[in-house]
C-alpha cells in the first residue's frame, strides 16, 4: 500500500501530450464512504473512480470510452506508439 492508500496497485510510466513523463497508476483503494473502488490517477494529480466493487456490469464507462478512444485512432490510421 502507498500514501494514497491503493491495493494492488499498477504503475506504468508514460509521457503527457508535451513530451514529460508521467506515471499512470490503476488499482484498488476505498472511497470516502469506505467501499472498496477501482480508480485511476495520474501523477500527482486527483484519483478518479470508475468501478465499485459492487458494480455488476463487466466494463465500465470509462474502459469503454478509453478502448473506443483507441478504436478511433486506429481507424484514423495512426500508428501505435509506446
Known amino acids: 500500500m502507498t500514501t494514497r492508500g491503493w491495493y494492488k496497485e499498477r504503475t506504468l510510466t508514460t509521457v ?14 476505498r472511497d470516502p464512504e ?3 473502488v ?3 490517477a495520474i501523477s500527482d ?3 478518479a473512480i470508475y468501478r ?3 458494480d455488476a456490469e ?7 470510452n478509453t478502448a473506443d478512444t483507441v ?12
Do not use: F, M, N
Request: aromatic share 2%; hydrophobic share 30%.
Open 34 to 36: 469506505g467501499r472498496l
Open 52 to 54: 465499485y466493487s459492487g
Open 38 to 40: 477501482a480508480a485511476i
Open 71 to 82: 478504436k478511433e485512432l486506429r481507424r484514423l490510421g495512426v500508428p501505435p506508439t509506446r
Open 45 to 47: 494529480g486527483p484519483t
Open 58 to 64: 463487466e466494463r465500465t464507462e470509462l474502459v469503454t
Open 16 to 29: 503527457d501530450t508535451v513530451g514529460r513523463e508521467v506515471s499512470v497508476t490503476t488499482g484498488l483503494t
